[in-house]
């Protein structure tokens, strides 16, 4: 039995414990709190004090036995970030109607199955638990990561975090916790039911934060099952500024110091004269020309102009719901236009390709690089303010690859110097 546990699982690194500790959550005690919040019966707040009472609870698994614990509200708000007492009972209340949690000053009890909870089982929660071959399977959540999850808040990351942890953590017996594993962006929205673009999003922060580290994997290998990633056991989250302190300075007042303001050191105000105003240039006399205005898209003939412009796509996307060829959803319509930039990137005729690729719905010819450039296009369209776009990273001089690498190295040496980390 132990044998066929472990199979597929001889050659992958081990560790005793990530750092900070972990404790075991089952997969459907965590599939039951996504799938009660995502059915609208508990609040974003009352899903993080269940993470919050999750890390209450193994702060006392260590505790004597002739001791009795003691379980207070003010302790939750402080791993809630410092909240209100109020919003801490109006949560308890959430989870303890439906009967997720039950708190009281001395007890602590968890859901552990679906037959625990109140009311009616969420219609998520069994398509969650298909996904997963073992769903009574205990899952080593770093008491870290519980922490980070009591204390943020936004669907995307909560999402993207869980599932990252249900795929890649897992402790097998006598060797250690397993940190890495599979997992693919389109199979995580799907099952937890958020947009791709949010999951993208989410990854991205973590794997900019050192939470996750992404492995090269084959081209083969992430087309099925996603990328290879390895949640970060010496991940340690930064720490907030202290509150109330006055952020000093980084530099001398741009006024003093930029000899082109108008402003010396003996001078209070801009000084007031006239003198060297030069009229501004002037363009050429003539009459402005009127562009010419663009007829309406059409699905039956997509020209190029309509595949670059976001607008025009969004009104393509209409017509093809009407005719059921894509999905009326977000993540239909970020399908769309990676499909559209598929077209662009291989077609002479893209409009032609577009048009035959959507109506035989040929999904699977869309690749990571086509749903980032449109998730880029997408953003600039809906937002396009320059300040709030982020620069592309050039490919050499990318600080955030210089600090994951550091961070990698610095596992790597720490497994080096202690043998008894590493699995025998």
């Known amino acids: 039995m132990g044998t066929k546990a472990t199979r597929g699982l001889a050659e992958v690194e081990t560790r005793k414990k990530p750092d900070g500790g972990y404790r075991f959550i089952t997969v459907t005690e965590l599939c039951m709190s996504w799938a009660l919040y995502r059915d609208g019966r508990l609040s974003a707040r009352a899903l993080r004090v269940y993470f919050a009472a999750h890390e209450m609870a193994a702060r006392r698994c260590v505790l004597e036995p002739r001791r009795t614990p003691r379980f207070t509200r003010e302790e939750l708000a402080e ?231 976001v607008s025009r796509l969004e009104l393509l996307h209409r017509q093809a719901v009407e005719q059921q060829l894509v999905s009326g959803s977000e993540s239909g319509f970020y399908d769309f236009v990676a499909l559209a930039e598929r077209a662009r990137r291989v077609g002479r005729n893209p409009g032609a390709v577009f048009v035959t690729l959507l109506r035989e719905k040929r999904w699977g010819f869309i690749t990571n690089a086509d749903e980032d450039t449109a998730l880029r296009r997408i953003r600039a369209h809906r937002d396009p303010q320059p300040e709030r776009v982020r620069p592309r990273p050039q490919p050499h001089f990318d600080p955030e690859e210089l600090r994951r690498a550091e961070l990698r190295r610095q596992y790597e040496d720490l497994m080096r110097r202690d043998p008894s980390l590493r699995a025998s």
């Open 79 to 309: 791993l809630l970030g410092g909240v209100g007492l109020a919003h801490v009972r109006a949560a308890l209340h959430e989870l303890a109607v439906v009967q997720l949690v039950t708190l009281t000053v001395t007890e602590l009890r968890f859901a552990k199955s679906a037959a625990d909870l109140a009311g009616e089982v969420p219609a998520c929660l069994a398509a969650m638990l298909a996904e997963f071959k073992h769903p009574t399977r205990a899952v080593p959540v770093p008491r870290r990561v519980l922490r980070m999850l009591a204390s943020r808040a936004g669907r995307g990351l909560v999402a993207t975090t869980l599932a990252h942890v249900l795929r890649c953590m897992r402790f097998l017996r006598g060797r250690g916790c397993v940190t890495a594993g599979l997992c693919r962006p389109r199979w995580i929205a799907q099952v937890f039911g958020v947009s791709l673009a949010a999951v993208k999003a989410a990854r991205e922060e973590l794997e900019t934060e050192g939470l996750l580290l992404r492995e090269a994997t084959a081209l083969w290998v992430r087309r099925r099952w996603g990328s290879r990633v390895t949640v970060n056991p010496a991940w340690c989250a930064a720490e907030p500024a202290p509150r109330g302190e006055p952020v000093p300075n980084s530099g001398p007042s741009p006024a003093l110091s930029d000899p082109k303001s108008g402003l010396s050191d003996s001078e209070l105000e801009p000084s007031s004269t006239y003198k060297h105003q030069e009229p501004a240039f002037r363009g050429p006399a003539g009459f402005l020309e009127k562009p010419q205005k663009l007829p309406e898209p059409n699905l039956h003939h997509v020209e190029p102009h309509d595949l670059r412009d």
